[in-house]
């Protein structure tokens, strides 16, 4: 199995700020016949199920703020929030899914400083 | 609009059985993928197996092969995940989740998922 690990675990940020996650994979998710990066993005607020942010390592779902992007290829993904939001606070996965089965990062809590 | 909607929160005894229910709608539901990930009590997701509604191809991850089962019935567009001996360790929610599908039996990133199922199981 892929392993995702997630840096840090948890992050307090301050309103209007960046945030930044860091995501990394045991194994290149970089797929060479399409040169695209099988890396997705979640978040899940508190008691709700989670939603898709950003998929193929950067490219941001619809009706998902501009303030969110991702970033990253190979190993090594970013998921950055450039300035937050009240409305951000929760917590973020990064998932690949390059193999079966899919795996996810264990997760970043992110809170209001 | 595509929407996942899954069956009610279950309390089952250990030894038990139990199948829980995924219906899609709002777009063609044997040309996705359909996926279960589990949430144990403030954890993390884990992807647990999928399915391919127009065949009933599956996979399953090594974790969850053989301590569960996906079906699908694609003449009412519902997937479904079942136990035949439920631990107090299944304790959790559980999403279905859809999966855009790829060539060759590939699938994408999960692009919708259900609003989940809490499954308690305890004496």
């Known amino acids: 199995d892929i392993v995702m690990t997630q840096s840090p675990d948890s992050l307090a940020v301050s309103l209007g700020e960046r945030a930044t996650i860091n995501c990394k994979s045991s194994h290149t998710i970089l797929y060479s016949s399409n040169n695209k990066n099988y890396l997705a993005w979640h978040q899940q607020k508190p008691g709700q199920p989670p939603r898709l942010l950003i998929y193929w390592a950067s490219t941001r779902e619809s009706g998902v703020p501009d303030r969110f992007s991702g970033s990253g290829s190979g190993t090594n993904f970013t998921l950055t929030i450039s300035s937050l939001q009240a409305e951000d606070v929760a917590v973020y996965y990064c998932?690949?899914?390059?193999?079966?089965?899919?795996?996810f990062g264990q997760g970043t809590r992110l809170e209001i400083k | 609009e595509v929407q996942l909607v899954q069956s009610g929160a279950e309390v089952k005894k250990p030894g038990e059985s139990l199948k829980i229910s995924c219906k899609g709608s709002?777009?063609?539901?044997?040309?996705?993928?359909i996926a279960w990930v589990r949430q144990m009590p403030g954890k993390g997701l884990e992807w647990m197996a999928i399915?391919?509604?127009?065949?009933?191809?599956?996979k399953y991850s090594p974790s969850f092969q053989g301590q569960v089962t996906i079906s699908a019935d694609k003449s009412i567009s519902t997937a479904y995940l079942q136990w035949s001996s439920l631990k107090a360790s299944d304790t959790g929610t559980y999403y279905c989740a859809r999966h855009p599908p790829g060539v060759s039996g590939q699938y994408f990133n999960i692009d919708y998922w259900g609003q989940g199922t809490l499954v308690t199981v305890s004496s």
């Open positions: 399915i391919y509604p127009s065949d009933s191809g599956t």
């Open positions: 998932q690949q899914y390059y193999s079966t089965p899919v795996t």
């Open positions: 709002g777009y063609s539901f044997t040309n996705y993928w």
